[in-house]
C-alpha cells in the first residue's frame, strides 16, 4: 500500500503558454499552503495528448546544494531559487 496520493486536476487553458502560466501561479500558491507539492514535477498537456507533457518550470539543481530553480522552464537568465519580485515566507 502506498503513503502517497498524486492529484490530478484537470484545468484547461486555450493555449500552451497560458497553461503554463497557470500552472505555475497554481503550483507556487499551493506551495504556500502545504509542503507536500513539488513544483518542479509540474507538467502541462493537450487535452487530446495528454501523454505529451510539457515541463513549466526549469528544476535544474543549484550549486548550493538541494535547491533547485523555480523559474519558468523557459528562462533566460540564470537559474533561482524563486523568480524575482517573489518574496520569501
Known sequence: ?????????????PDLLQAQILA????RVLARL???VEPGGVTVSAEDQQGVRHWVFCDRPLPD?????????DHTSACARRPPGLRRR
Request: glycine fraction near 6%.
Open 34 to 36: 502545504t509542503a507536500r
Open 65 to 73: 546544494g538541494g535547491v533547485r530553480c523555480a523559474l519558468p522552464v
Open 24 to 27: 505555475r501561479a497554481a503550483a
Open 1 to 13: 500500500m502506498t503513503d502517497r496520493w498524486v492529484i490530478h486536476l484537470p484545468v484547461t487553458a
